[in-house]
């Protein structure tokens, strides 16, 4: 009996135990997922992949590391994007990379992966152009043929055209290369279309044809290298002989290690010497010019017409001239002559008075009166009207400086200098402002320009006094300060303009602004620091677009951006020369070789770009050395517009032969962008608005 009873528990507990097994078993797989225990969860997690970062992040990764010159890590960046997420924002980038390297072979690939993938026109011409730079022509001509082929009236058609042409140019097919450098210039004026198509035609024979072309892409550039070489030979064909020598003696100085201009003008001297035996004088150093006389002035002068400002403003003190031997002044009524508060002389209307300097004796002479002076005199007019010096200096130590005679407002100083005599005029910051503002700024540009114009310049002028406190006045007469020419530079509209902001200044903390201003920003404007050595707050980089772009730019975009013509203030054809604001340059490896101390260049490598794209720091890269260039870049590679500008490598026969320069604005770019305050202002934009746009946080004060 305990035997079944036992026997009967037995079945229950092992009945019960399967029950239980069953019903674990049955709420795992029935169980809902938050049920599941955090072990279980946690080995389900290990076995999904772990998430990508995100696109964005990454690429921003990869585009800072090439505006800090790290090509290697952003090459890397973009490989990994472009294979994780399928991109072909990163192949296009990759693609702008290597053929800034001159890495013709890795771009064409990753063109050619894109293409699979797009078949847009910019896709073709990258893909053409690297085929061009490889070497194989009938390749490059087939994909810039079908970029042709889309019509797209940009920078892509003058782009596909220009490299067609130059693969016809290499195969020496000069009708058709002809035919496409002639459709290159449709779009804009392209100075490197005209320079190639006068090599066509000097090909063909067509010297003359040839010729103008040269000078019709020196005038669309007047800084273009390479140009004077070309004219030499085409005025040499056609027996010009001393239009010839003129442009090969221009070549000399553009590159003086030009083998071929030396030679030619080596020949050139041995059979016409008569073209070279004449030699300039030598310019007088300060001091040692010929003095002129009483008798070399004019008898007669005639004095404009001035009425005084309203608002006049505070005096300040310009220097006109330093230490000069001797200064001949008239005054437009009668005057006294001043030392300190005491009159010590006096004269007459016009008549020529002359302050000297002789072994250490400073005198001023007029009429029958002789006055010794040791300490500065004033020339006070008792009426308001101008006085006029003769043989005023400009432009000292440049091609185009002069002298000139120049009426002026307000006093006249006579200071002892160390050398000679200085000469201040003592005049009132609105009517000195009256000159310079149509000094810097066209006087036919528009009234709301001209009132942005006088604004900087005041605001300018007032944090800049005393930049010659250590020679006896505020400011200089010359672009070191602000170009001062006195009444000759007077026009009514841009004077209106002084009246109407008369005592308007911008303030940063309370003091005036240094409102620097340049030509044309290329469309946005650069931070103080990323041009200059120190940040200034109120220096900020701005845009002068019209459509909206957001900087930085990646490598594609940055190459895209410079190569056309966006729609930006600054490009406004009323006021600048598209080759102002967009421009290309073509400078030869051997010009540069020259120019920059460096055997058989191989590369040449912006190391640091700021976040408006402006080169920082360049690397050019030789055979045997290496050297970096971070001041004076745009001097170093001959005059280049801007710092902001894309390099493109181009090779024939696979060798480096020039390099290309895509470019954008004239100037620094930093504060105000000229042209685009113009255009803004002809738009209807206020005065104010503009000047809160180009320059950051400041306030506008009136101080009188």
Not at 66 to 85: L, N, P, T, V
Not at 425 to 444: C, G, Q
Not at 657 to 662: P, R, S, T, W
Request: proline residues 4%; charged residues 25%; positive net charge.
């Amino acid at each position: 009996m305990w035997q079944d009873r036992n026997k009967m528990v037995l079945g229950i507990v092992i009945i019960g135990l399967l029950f239980g097994i069953s019903l674990a078993v049955g709420s795992f797989y029935l169980a809902p997922k938050e049920q599941i225990s955090q072990g279980q969860e946690q080995k389900k997690v290990e076995k999904e992949p772990v998430k990508k970062e995100p696109v964005k992040k990454l690429l921003t990764v990869a585009r800072q590391a090439y505006y800090q010159g790290d090509y290697q890590s952003s090459i890397k960046q973009y490989k990994r994007i472009a294979k994780e997420f399928k991109s072909q924002q990163a192949l296009l980038n990759l693609a702008t990379i290597y053929e800034e390297l001159g890495k013709y072979q890795l771009a064409a690939k990753s063109y050619q992966r894109l293409l699979k993938l797009d078949s847009q026109p910019q896709v073709r011409l990258g893909l053409g152009i690297a085929y061009y730079n490889l070497g194989q022509l009938q390749r490059a001509k087939q994909q810039l043929s079908k970029a042709v082929a889309t019509g797209q009236q940009d920078y892509l058609l003058r782009e596909a055209h220009y490299y067609l042409g130059l693969s016809y140019k290499q195969q020496q097919d000069y009708k058709l290369a002809a035919t496409h450098l002639q459709k290159s210039l449709k779009q804009i004026n392209f100075a490197l279309g005209y320079y190639q198509l006068g090599q066509v035609r000097f090909a063909q024979g067509k010297y003359q044809q040839a010729r103008d072309l040269y000078h019709q892409a020196l005038e669309t550039d007047g800084s273009l290298k390479g140009v004077a070489r070309e004219l030499a030979l085409s005025y040499l064909k056609a027996g010009q002989i001393g239009a010839a020598i003129k442009y090969f003696k221009a070549a000399h100085s553009e590159n003086s290690s030009d083998q071929l201009v030396n030679q030619e003008l080596a020949k050139l001297q041995e059979k016409y010497p008569q073209y070279f035996e004449s030699t300039p004088a030598p310019v007088p150093t300060p001091g040692q010019e010929e003095p002129i006389t009483r008798e070399d002035l004019p008898t007669e002068v005639d004095f404009k017409t001035i009425k005084p400002l309203p608002q006049a403003g505070p005096q300040i003190r310009v220097g006109i001239m330093t230490n000069q031997p001797q200064v001949f002044f008239r005054v437009g009524s009668d005057f006294s002559v001043k030392q300190g508060t005491k009159i010590v002389a006096t004269g007459e209307k016009g008549q020529i008075v002359k302050a000297s300097y002789q072994q250490g004796s400073y005198q001023l002479d007029f009429g029958e009166q002789k006055l010794d002076f040791s300490k500065p005199v004033k020339i006070v007019p008792q009426a308001y009207v101008p006085i006029l010096v003769h043989n005023v200096k400009y432009g000292q130590n440049y091609y185009w400086g002069g002298k000139e005679d120049r009426q002026y407002r307000g006093l006249l100083e006579l200071r002892p200098a160390e050398q000679g005599v200085t000469v201040v005029n003592l005049v009132h910051l609105e009517e000195y402002l009256a000159a310079v503002v149509p000094s810097e700024m066209s006087a036919s540009w528009p009234l709301g320009a001209l009132k942005v114009q006088a604004v900087a310049a005041r605001s300018y002028t007032l944090a800049n006094l005393g930049r010659h406190v250590s020679e006896g006045f505020d400011l200089c007469s010359t672009v070191h300060c602000a170009a001062y020419r006195g009444l000759s530079r007077e026009y009514q509209r841009s004077t209106q303009a002084v009246r109407k902001t008369a005592g308007d200044v911008m303030t940063y903390q309370g003091e005036p602004i240094n409102a620097v201003y340049s030509a044309n920003s290329g469309g946005h404007t650069e931070d103080s620091e990323d041009i200059w050595s120190g940040e200034v707050p109120y220096l900020r980089g701005v845009s002068t677009a019209m459509e909206e772009t957001e900087f930085p730019l990646p490598p594609a975009k940055l190459k895209k951006w410079l190569k056309k013509i966006p729609q930006s203030y600054s490009a406004d054809k009323e006021y600048t020369k598209l080759s102002h604001y967009r421009w290309q340059r073509s400078l030869a490896v051997d010009y540069l070789e020259n120019r920059l101390g460096i055997e058989d260049i191989k590369q040449i490598i912006p190391t640091l770009r700021s976040e408006a794209g402006s080169v920082k720091a360049l690397q050019v890269v030789g055979a045997k050395q290496t050297k970096v260039f971070k001041d004076g870049i745009r001097w170093r590679f001959g005059g280049l517009r801007n710092n902001r500008f894309w390099i493109q490598p181009r090779y024939e026969d696979g060798q480096v032969v020039d390099f290309l320069f895509y470019g954008s604005g004239w100037g620094h770019s930093v504060g105000m962008d000229q042209v685009a305050v113009a255009s803004m202002a002809d738009h209807g934009k206020n005065y104010k608005k503009i000047l809160h746009h180009f320059y950051t946080d400041i306030k506008l004060e009136n101080w009188y």
